[in-house]
């Protein structure tokens, strides 16, 4: 049953969207008048989000003393995309891939390894904090006599980044250090008697001590990052972010439809977590449908939905993983010959 549940969902995802009233011939009509040059100006942004992404690597591999040409890099990146699709296994074949093939630069596996799950942590810490008040704004939004306008939203940022300074300045605090025991004494008694037993199944041996522990050792990797270069790291996730929200508004842009900065944000937030289902084994065309079915609630009708949808499916996940396949095939073609050249001690290793 298992196996089968993605292409039911994608199945009743289908037929809500036909219910709604999806027609080819209009859907015919909307793609023959589409200004397909945007999406080139989308395939640009996401290439430089790759960019930023491989910018960053390279900060955190040269804490450890290792240099590898940035093309490489980037080339590494996209191979991971694609084994990460091809092999889906919550991003291990990605990582292990990198630090295969980072073997023959001289950098060691477990060096390779590191800054892979610190890449990731940040990735994802960033996607979350972007999201968090995002989704907060949209709940307010969504709250009838509030009106959010653009000052609004500024002064919103504004007092997060306020917030954000204050728990900084106050973390080693002796008060805000009793508030962060007693909030994460609770959030543990949670998670071990009430999710723990619950969905044993779905998350096995991971007691909420385990959890800290690995949180406490990935912290202590990614804080010496952080103070090191905090700019540089803040700038590539950032760039990473916005460039992503750039090629996202290019989608839009390419099918006629213009969104302002707030709302772009708020698709974006939502989009990542739709697009997160593309992953799921055997649901080929579930992200696409779950798009669409987002977008018509911005009230574009179901036939130029449908048409962006594709549109930025193909530039953020297929052409990335087209080219990663090609970078692969070349990659693991010219292994050999780079591990037969090289010999030097890997980066890091004793």
Not at 219 to 235: H, S
Request: some cysteine.
């Amino acid at each position: 049953m298992k196996r089968f549940f993605p292409l039911l969902v994608v199945l009743l995802l289908a037929v809500f969207l036909f219910h709604r009233g999806v027609h080819w011939n209009e859907l015919q009509t909307v793609l023959q008048q589409a200004q397909w040059s945007w999406l080139l100006l989308a395939v640009a942004f996401q290439a430089a989000s790759y960019a930023a992404v491989t910018w960053l690597n390279e900060i955190l591999l040269r804490h450890y003393g290792a240099t590898v040409p940035f093309t490489r890099q980037y080339v590494i990146q996209l191979a991971m995309a694609f084994i990460e699709s091809v092999v889906p296994s919550a991003t291990i074949s990605g990582t292990v891939l990198r630090a295969r093939l980072l073997k023959s630069d001289g950098v060691a596996p477990d060096v390779a390894t590191v800054t892979t799950l610190v890449e990731m942590a940040l990735v994802t810490a960033s996607v979350v904090l972007l999201a968090l008040p995002v989704a907060g704004l949209t709940i307010l939004q969504s709250i009838q006599g509030i009106n959010l306008s653009h000052q609004t939203v500024i002064l919103w940022i504004m007092a997060g980044v306020a917030l954000g300074l204050l728990v900084i300045w106050q973390w080693r605090q002796r008060g805000f250090i009793r508030i962060r025991r007693w909030g994460v004494k609770r959030v543990s008694l949670f998670w071990d008697e009430l999710v723990l037993p619950r969905w044993h199944r779905q998350f096995g041996n991971w007691p909420s001590k385990r959890i800290r522990q690995r949180g406490r050792n990935l912290a202590a990797k990614v804080l010496p990052l952080l103070r090191e270069q905090p700019y540089a790291i803040g700038i590539s996730l950032l760039g990473r972010a916005g460039f992503e929200v750039l090629g996202l508004g290019m989608c839009f842009l390419a099918l006629g439809q213009t969104l302002p900065w707030t709302s772009l944000l708020v698709v974006y937030a939502l989009t990542l977590a739709t697009n997160a289902l593309g992953a799921i084994p055997g649901a080929v065309g579930l992200a696409e449908l779950s798009l669409t079915a987002l977008y018509t609630r911005l009230g574009i009708s179901p036939e130029t939905a449908l048409a962006i949808a594709l549109s930025y499916r193909l530039t953020d996940y297929w052409l990335p993983r087209v080219f990663g396949g090609v970078a692969w095939l070349w990659l693991e073609r010219e292994f050999p010959r780079r591990i037969q050249e090289g010999g030097r001690c890997p980066a890091g290793s004793d």
